[in-house]
């Protein structure tokens, strides 16, 4: 059985290097998909953050289960194959007869933030169901990490919140990296802010990016974000910075940790690098909380240095580093 399990989105990513100035989702909907895959010269790779950090436990030697949904299309079965060809257990990624993969258009805008535009209506993703939750496969594990894209639609919502419900009852670790996408969600803003935070008080340890911060948290000040996290009963709060690195904060130690200088390529997925990393440094801990400082900051900069390898690969999950990769640059 595996020792950590991702639950979530699998699907297709289609990205583009280039800058683009308007809403990915007007360019699309004012041109012909042909034209705009040759005019944006996108490229296809397998994505979904939670399928990545599967990916990324995998690499760093921890055995990964991944529980999701696929499309009844070629683009499900090289889903499938891809996560099996770097050993993640696929026991409970179904597929949905009649039903398309999800897809994710992903630009760059010029002011440098992430453009990602979904197709899906609906997309298999959504479609998990509560039915085809395992309690077994879930309570067998260690560490349990989900996102707040699969709780945007039902019927994976309840799935979803079903197997967050199980892990907590059987003590894993809890991850939960919410990864804001508000052009995905059914209901507004506020509804779905609301359950995000009703799935965070599962959480022993909070990944945010910092460009979802204020939505979340309703600050900007990451002290103060951090202490309504904390009030939930988090135990870990984490907002990785981009380039500048990361703040952690655990209600006795905070702090930031410097980022490291790459040669980006794509940046695509380098949270899902860093979660993984950090995540597997948290499993070597009896508790994987109430560390000493010293050891949450050294876990930090691991997970620092596997963002940073994540940006200079194209393609999220080729670009994961493995155990070896990691140690290899700290050592630079």
């Known amino acids: 059985m595996p020792k950590a399990i991702c639950i979530g989105e699998l699907l297709i990513d289609f990205a583009t290097a280039r800058k683009i100035k308007v809403p990915l989702a007007e360019l699309i909907k004012s041109a012909k998909l042909e034209e705009l895959m040759m005019t944006l010269n996108f490229g296809w790779a397998p994505g979904g953050a939670p399928a990545n950090v599967s990916v990324g436990l995998a690499k760093l030697r921890i055995d990964c289960g991944f529980i999701g949904k696929i499309g009844d299309d070629p683009f499900g079965d090289i889903l499938r194959k891809t996560l099996e060809d770097y050993s993640v257990d696929t ?9 398309r993969t999800t ?3 992903v630009a760059t805008r010029e002011d440098e933030s992430k453009d990602i535009f979904f197709y899906r209506n609906p997309g298999a ?9 395992d309690a077994s496969y879930i309570a067998s594990a260690e560490v349990f990490h989900w996102g707040s894209v699969s709780l945007s639609h039902s019927p994976s919502r309840e799935a979803v919140m079903r197997a967050i419900q ?5 003590g894993l670790l809890m991850s939960y990296d919410p990864n804001w996408r508000p052009t995905l969600w059914d209901a507004p803003e506020e509804a779905a802010k609301d359950l995000i935070w009703q799935t965070m008080r599962f959480a022993n340890v909070a990944k945010l990016a910092e460009e979802e911060w204020e939505f ?3 600050t900007t000040d990451l002290d103060e974000g951090s202490k309504k996290l904390l009030d939930v009963g988090v135990n870990l709060v984490v907002v990785t910075r981009g380039k500048e690195g990361c703040y952690y904060n655990d209600g006795v130690s905070k702090g930031y940790v410097e980022g490291f200088k790459v040669n980006v390529v794509d940046p695509l997925g380098a949270g899902d690098g860093f979660v993984a990393a950090m995540l597997s440094e948290l499993m070597k801990e009896e508790k994987g909380t109430n560390l000493s400082d010293s050891r949450l900051r050294e876990i930090m900069v691991y997970a620092n240095a596997a963002g940073a390898l994540t940006c200079t690969k194209k393609g999220v999950i080729p670009a994961l580093p493995t155990a070896v990769e990691i140690e290899r640059f700290l050592n630079e």
């Open 103 to 105: 897809l994710a258009f």
């Open 125 to 133: 993703d959504i479609l998990l169901r509560t039915d085809e939750i």
């Open 216 to 218: 979340i948290t309703g």
């Open 91 to 99: 026991s409970y990624l179904k597929q949905e007869k009649g039903t």
């Open 166 to 170: 199980i892990a907590a009852d059987n």
